[in-house]
């Protein structure tokens, strides 16, 4: 029996068919299509009929198995019986011949080179799905493509990268600031206990956290001798009401004190804490006294008597919240306080950190915080850099603010942007006695400065410092000075 084919799909038909019953498509009349194929028995008759070239049948639709097959597929050998003219006859099935073309040549596209990390079917597969993607829209450009573009004005040069930037990572966004409204005076505010705490006046004000006098209510005195922080509930607040509870309990820091032998150690207790409103936190502090950076807007530059001994104070503190594990990160005078009998308090945690967790000291890695974070005027160059802050970052932090509450201005308080900071605070932690001499000017050096700053800078990431000998260095200027730490402060 003769058979032929379907010029539109390729399949097997009988002769009297007039319709292909797989696609639908009316047949030609048989003086059109020509004579039927002959099959590849009929081989008596003297001469082989003519035929008009079979049409390829068209690609399947895509299967997830056929996505795994190679990018050269197999085509009809009609196509290259239609490139050479001379070899005009009739193809059998069994018979064709097998071309191979490129389909992201056959599209007009570029052939997308595999990723080595994926294997070479699945590269295969996802050329073929863009491919046949692009076919479809053509040369419209795709959304996603549109949205990901960068203005050219904001792109960053691969030539110039940000100061300090981890080549392992990016650096962290800077953390949301939560600004803080401040509620009426006269409002009450209940801590955890049940404690209502009436707001008596409102002694500091700061974008993010508020300082009122507060007055317990139930209380018939009018003297009040509380102090209560108010932040954002979500603000750095809770960082420190963390440290507060688990480094700075009053039995804890009792226990310190007796070990070491000392009457006080400027430790703020926390007397209450709570939520107010929903939305705001605060803690509830006995009365600390008066604010170091009020005093040096009155006398703008401290004696070095003055100076060596809050150094003295700060240190013991630094030395316990050290050894529990804790780093400060924000010393600066807005968080120094000093009561009438010289006790000096080292407040403010919100900053603080947990170098040491479980005993085993963080990793130095540049970009895993927030660079530049902190009182840019103060904080170290590990602060800069975006590396976790530890105990050689406080003893940086507060020699700073020794040459800044003795000397006055500091090289790089006038400058405004992080980046040039750290590059002075780089070129001067390399060179101590030029930093020393551009602060004292034309005074006589203080050798206890040189030597602290000294020290301090040549610490390790992750070394101890020797706290007995930087105390003993500042103590003994002290008693050459004629001062004693068990004597008030001058002002």
């Not at 070239?53 to 239609?82: H, I, M, N, W, Y």
């Not at 009792?254 to 939520?275: A, D, E, V, Y």
């Not at 003893?395 to 509450?405: A, D, E, H, I, P």
Request: net charge positive; hydrophobic share 35%; glycine share 6%.
């Amino acid at each position: 029996m003769s058979f032929h084919f379907c010029p539109k799909c390729g399949t097997k038909l009988q002769p009297d068919f007039l319709f292909c019953p797989s696609c639908g498509e009316k047949l030609p009349a048989p003086a059109a299509a020509g004579p039927n194929l002959s099959s590849s028995k009929d081989t008596d008759s003297p001469e082989r009929p003519t035929c008009a070239p079979v049409c390829a049948r068209p690609p399947l639709g895509k299967t997830r198995k056929s996505f795994r097959l190679d990018r050269e597929v197999d085509v009809s050998a009609t196509q290259a019986a239609s490139n050479n003219p001379t070899d005009n006859c009739a193809v059998t099935p069994g018979k064709q011949q097998a071309v191979t073309f490129n389909l992201s040549e056959a599209l007009g596209r570029p052939a997308a080179s595999p990723s080595p990390s994926k294997s070479p079917a699945r590269a295969k597969a996802k050329a073929l799905r863009h491919a046949g993607k692009q076919a479809e829209e053509g040369s419209k450009p795709s959304d996603k493509a549109a949205k990901t573009e960068e203005p050219p004005l904001l792109r960053r040069s691969a030539a110039s990268p940000p100061a300090y930037a981890s080549p392992k990572g990016k650096a962290k966004k800077a953390k949301r600031l939560f600004a803080v409204e401040p509620l009426e005076v006269g409002e009450e505010v209940t801590d955890t206990i049940g404690r209502k705490w009436k707001l008596e006046k409102l002694l500091g004000h700061h974008m993010t956290e508020l300082l009122y006098k507060v007055d317990q209510a139930s209380s018939r005195s009018r003297e009040s001798d509380h102090v209560l922080k108010l932040g954002a509930k979500d603000g750095r607040i809770f960082n420190e009401l963390n440290f507060l509870q688990r480094a700075a309990k009053p039995a804890m820091v009792h226990k310190w004190k007796k070990r070491k032998n000392m009457s006080f150690l400027g430790i703020p207790s926390c007397f209450g804490f709570g939520l107010h409103s929903d939305s705001y936190r605060f803690l509830i502090f006995p009365d600390m006294g008066r604010s170091l950076q009020s005093v040096i807007k009155e006398e703008e530059c401290l004696s070095e008597t003055d100076v060596l001994h809050l150094a003295c104070s700060i240190l013991d503190v630094l030395e316990y919240l050290h050894s529990n594990e804790y780093v400060h990160a924000d010393i600066r005078a807005e968080n120094v306080y000093i009561k009438p009998q010289s006790q000096v308090y080292l407040t403010g945690y919100c900053h603080s950190f947990r170098y040491r967790p479980c005993g085993q000291h963080v990793q130095y890695h540049e970009a895993s915080r927030t660079p530049h974070e902190g009182a840019v005027e103060f904080i170290s160059l590990d602060a800069h850099k975006g590396a976790a802050p530890s105990r050689r970052s406080d003893l940086q932090t507060l020699g700073y603010c020794m040459l800044r509450w003795h000397t006055g201005p500091l090289p790089w308080s006038d400058l405004t942007r992080p980046e040039s900071v750290a590059a002075q605070k780089q070129r001067y932690l390399e060179d101590v006695p030029a930093l020393l001499l551009h602060c004292f000017g034309r005074k006589k050096v203080s050798t206890a400065f040189e030597a602290y700053l000294t020290k301090a800078a040549a610490l390790q990431y992750s070394e101890e410092p020797d706290y007995g000998a930087l105390k003993a260095g500042l103590s003994a200027a002290l008693l050459q000075l004629g001062g004693a730490m068990e004597q008030p402060l001058s002002f």
